[in-house]
T-cell receptor, first 113, second 115 residues
């Protein structure tokens, strides 16, 4: 089955700096890669996603890049703010119905003032 | 439009007890899933359903049963609770059509402790 590895497990940045979180996946058939943000005690919330026919996608301060050859995708957050502090999860979905997601183990992002 | 709802929010069980975690969605989504979240391990898929009457196992199905008699509801049953099932359980739903993958919407979660 699919395996998703996520790094780093913790990341501390100064307010205004950029943050990058990286994930690799194992199944070359995976074709959908969402990123979720989870605040303490809350449900995961989708912040951005990318499909395998696209190399990059941006939404304001957030961007995701995908390298299908390397089976690698990354989340980029620019101009970080204290409210960006949360746990971020990457995930991968393989075709075949059911929208089954395999998640990475999460990155605790802390934005310091 | 309530989205995905889960009950209860918190539950404490003794080893060997059984219970059902409830999940409902009002978005007419075909796909529904159950995940468990443990510290340092992300979310792991327990069971999923692609429509009423159709369910299948995910990555960690042992000790859990599901059924889907309606599009709206997808309950998760713990047959004989064990301390290893202490976790936060999330239900999720999404559209499913033509093999395209769509955004999953998560419920608020149920925090289960088994003593």
């Amino acid at each position: 089955g699919e395996n998703v590895e996520q790094h780093p497990s913790t990341l501390s940045v100064q307010e205004g700096d950029s943050a990058v979180i990286k994930c690799t996946y194992s199944d070359s058939a995976s074709n959908y890669f969402p990123w979720y943000k989870q605040e303490l005690g809350k449900r995961p919330q989708l912040i951005i996603d990318i499909r395998s026919n696209v190399g990059e996608k941006k939404d304001q301060r957030i961007a995701v890049t995908l390298n299908k050859t390397a089976k690698h995708f990354s989340l980029h957050i620019t101009e970080t703010q204290p409210e960006d502090s949360a746990v971020y999860f990457c995930a991968a979905s393989t075709p075949g119905g059911g929208n089954k997601l395999t998640f990475g183990t999460g990155t605790q992002l802390k934005v310091e003032l | 439009n309530a989205g995905v709802t889960q009950t209860p929010k918190f539950q404490v069980l003794k080893t060997g007890q059984s219970m059902t975690l409830q999940c409902a969605q009002d978005m007419n989504h075909e796909y529904m899933s159950w995940y468990r979240q443990d510290p340092g391990m992300g979310l792991r898929l327990i069971h999923y359903s692609v429509g009423a009457g159709i369910t299948d196992q995910g990555e960690v199905p042992n000790g859990y049963n599901v059924s889907r008699s309606t599009t709206e509801d997808f309950p998760l049953r713990l047959l004989s609770a064990a301390p290893s099932q202490t976790s936060v359980y999330f239900c999720a739903s999404s559209y499913g059509a033509g093999g395209t993958t769509y955004e999953q919407y998560f419920g608020p979660g149920t925090r289960l402790t088994v003593t």
